[in-house]
């Protein structure tokens, strides 16, 4: 049994056969938002998502204080391509390659060709692969990793001229705030507060945290820390925090210092994630810190790097291949009704391991 359409795309359709039939000509107004609701037996709401869905195809232009006209350019939507670009930071990670082939799997079933470049997390190498991007004009969508999202960037024009041109976007991972599109992601927030949480249950108070200062998810779990320890009743101390950046993350010994100053006094760290709780076991081990007999860790992404030290850390694991599939079919929804900007947030459980110790009654 086929599934009907949707009331708003039944819409969608017939201003679009009256464009195509020139009944309505590029121009010409178009019925009011409450014509077109008594017309059809529909909710204003309904119809205003109809007109969004054309106005962001380019078949129609809100004028304020005026009402809707058949937008100058109807008639001449972009051609399929069946080509998709696909931006990362990096291609050696370890979330990236399970996530990057949940993409390429579910585009390539629908028929598309992905291209995959690599930033680096580097603001200049963005720029110029979107400026490549532009340039060619031969994609139909593109799907992005944002790089240091915390930060402010100076590339969000080329995002918009994306848009203007009608090409569908999807961030996953992280976005940039500034701009309005789809995004498939970790629910950040909600993941550290769980892990956080986790730790309180175990009978820890003095928990430090390290996050990172120039990506968007940091800031979200930074968020997510403070709520768990505020729902707890615990003030939150700036001196148990430590903030570091992309080069940070890849050598704490750079940081000892201030690393084993911040947590000097806490008896359970949240990380931000598993590189960066690896690298602080690996520290620790060589101060001499017992892990978790002195220091309880738990971090965010459940790779296999978690598994690969002693003892095997206890993390809230990341939906790499299904978030990279659900990104894939974001987009493929987008390109079919450009009007659509919903969020995909996973929000998974903890996985119990070795590094956390309960402490307390």
Request: glycine letters at 8%.
């Amino acid at each position: 049994m086929k599934q009907q359409e949707p009331k708003y795309i039944l819409l969608v359709n017939w201003i679009k056969e009256k464009i195509d039939s020139k009944e309505l000509r590029p121009g010409s107004r178009l019925y009011s938002e409450n014509e077109l609701s008594a017309m059809f037996g529909l909710s204003r709401q309904t119809v205003r998502r109809a007109i969004g869905v054309l106005e962001a195809e380019g078949l129609v232009e809100r004028v304020r204080g005026s009402g809707t006209y058949v937008g100058r350019r109807a008639g001449t939507a972009r051609k399929r391509t069946m080509n998709i670009a696909v931006i990362s930071t990096y291609v050696d990670g370890y979330i990236f390659p399970p996530m990057l082939q949940g993409i390429v799997q579910t585009l390539s079933t629908e028929g598309y060709m992905t291209q995959i470049t690599f930033t680096r997390n580097q603001i200049d190498d963005e720029r110029k692969i979107l400026e490549d991007i532009l340039a060619r004009d031969h994609v139909d969508g593109v799907i992005v990793e944002a790089v240091k999202c915390a930060l402010p960037n100076p590339n969000l024009e080329y995002y918009r001229e994306l848009q203007r041109r009608q090409i569908a976007l999807v961030f996953f991972d992280c976005k940039y705030p500034e701009l309005d599109a789809p995004l498939v992601a970790l629910d950040d927030e909600n993941v550290a507060e769980k892990a956080v949480n986790y730790l309180l249950d175990m009978g820890h108070r003095k928990i430090g945290g390290i996050f990172k200062a120039d990506d968007g998810q940091g800031r979200l779990r930074y968020f997510g820390y403070l709520n768990a320890l505020l729902q707890a009743g615990l003030s939150v101390d700036d001196r148990k925090v430590l903030w570091i950046d992309t080069e940070d993350q890849k050598n704490l010994r750079n940081i000892r210092s201030s690393l084993l100053r911040r947590l000097m006094d806490c008896t359970a760290v949240f990380c931000y994630n598993d590189q960066v709780a690896f690298e602080l076991i690996e520290l620790l081990k060589k101060e001499g810190i017992r892990v978790p007999g002195q220091l309880s860790v738990i971090s965010i992404d459940g790779t296999e790097l978690s598994l690969l030290c002693e003892p095997k850390i206890t993390s809230i694991p990341h939906p790499m291949e299904e978030l990279g599939r659900k990104a894939a079919e974001y987009l493929m929804q987008m390109i079919r009704e450009p009007g659509f900007r919903e969020n995909f947030l996973y929000c998974p459980d903890v996985l119990e391991r070795e590094s956390v110790k309960k402490i307390g009654g």
